[in-house]
Nanobody
Framework: QVQLVESGGGLVQPGGSLRLSCAASGRIFSINTMGWYRRAPGEPRELVAHIDNNGFTFYAGPVKGRFTISRDNAKNTVYLQMNSLKPEDTAVYYC??????????WGQGTQVTVSP
């Protein structure tokens, strides 16, 4: 079992910033990928960004240049720094953990609302 606890969501104005955190606990393997997905109202879930244990990152096109994903392996924690936020970034953001041979794990989600 892996537990993911998310924090850092909230309400910000367009152009503002938020920093999301996700702490993993339980049966953690050294080789893994952690990332963030989001689901906007009436839209399917989409990948935002992910990062593997070597620090290799991937970003979805809409967030490139604005969001930065990072991780602290000692704390089993992944972060998402979100800058220049837009109203279309409004969504529930979910933390994800994956390792070879195991099913993915998901956090409960944290609400991000960007509104004037």
């Amino acid at each position: 079992q892996v537990q993911l606890v998310e924090s850092g969501g909230g309400l910000v104005q367009p152009g503002g910033s938020l920093r999301l955190s996700c702490a993993a606990s339980g049966r953690i393997f050294s080789i893994n990928t952690m990332g963030w997905y989001r689901r906007a109202p009436g839209e399917p879930r989409e990948l935002v960004a992910h990062i593997d244990n070597n620090g290799f990152t991937f970003y979805a096109g809409p967030v490139k240049g604005r969001f930065t994903i990072s991780r602290d392996n000692a704390k089993n924690t992944v972060y998402l720094q979100m800058n220049s936020l837009k109203p279309e970034d409004t969504a529930v953001y979910y933390c994800n953990y994956q390792s070879s041979g195991t099913p993915p794990y998901w956090g409960q989600g944290t609400q991000v609302t960007v509104s004037p």
